[in-house]
């Protein structure tokens, strides 16, 4: 069981940065965030997947994924924020047997409780 804490939401105007930490109990090759806007059905945003980055196509260029192995500590810097970036973000990672793609949501069972990441006009 891979216990993970999301920490560094919070609100933005849109054009800001902010920066989302995740302290996780133990390491995976498989992290992630993804996020969920109220009404939508939570989506990958971004993830390091066997040693790989990938990114949504709608955050591309703006949000950068980070890790830092030695203190099982994953990041993600959020510059260039839009209003559409509002949600709930999510820290996620999954087992070593679970191979579903890396943006997929069944590749991930271990999940924290969010951080609100809200970015006003």
């Known amino acids: 069981q891979v216990q993970l804490v999301e920490s560094g939401g919070g609100s933005a105007q849109a054009g800001g940065s902010l920066r989302l930490s995740c302290a996780a109990s133990?390491?995976?090759?498989?992290m992630g965030w993804f996020r969920q806007a109220p009404g939508k059905e939570r989506e990958g945003v971004a993830t390091?997947?066997?040693?790989?980055?990938y990114y949504a196509e709608s955050v591309r260029g703006r949000f950068t994924i980070s890790q830092d192995n030695a203190k099982k500590m994953l990041y993600l810097q959020l510059n260039g924020l839009k209003v559409e970036d509002t949600g709930m973000y999510y820290c996620?990672?999954?087992?070593?047997?679970?191979?579903?793609?890396?943006?997929?949501?069944?590749?991930?069972?271990?999940w924290g409780q969010g951080t609100q990441v809200t970015v006003s006009s």
């Open positions: 133990e390491y995976t090759n498989k």
């Open positions: 390091i997947y066997l040693g790989t980055t």
């Open positions: 996620a990672a999954g087992p070593a047997w679970h191979n579903y793609g890396p943006l997929s949501l069944r590749t991930y069972i271990y």
